[in-house]
């Protein structure tokens, strides 16, 4: 018996769950750094831009982002 295994890219996973949460909220890159930079974690829109698209962030970034969003569930569905 042959089990065929599908590989996820889970950073892509990440990278579109992030950026869903960003537009159904309404922000952007820029806001999203000035509200992270109140946080006290200083990335510039272009960096965080480069952060997000990679989807290599860590799960505590993205809780980060989350609250800043004011997400209180996420679909794990596309």
Do not use: H, I
């Amino acid at each position: 018996m042959v089990v065929a295994c599908v590989k996820r890219n889970w950073n892509v996973e990440a990278r579109v769950l992030l950026k869903r949460e960003m537009e159904a909220a309404g922000v952007g890159y820029a806001e999203l750094s000035e509200a992270l930079l109140l946080q006290g974690l200083c990335l510039s829109p272009k960096v965080l831009s480069n952060k997000v698209n990679r989807g290599t962030f860590t799960m505590a970034f993205f809780l980060q982002c989350m609250a800043l969003l004011k997400v209180d569930e996420v679909n794990l569905r596309r």
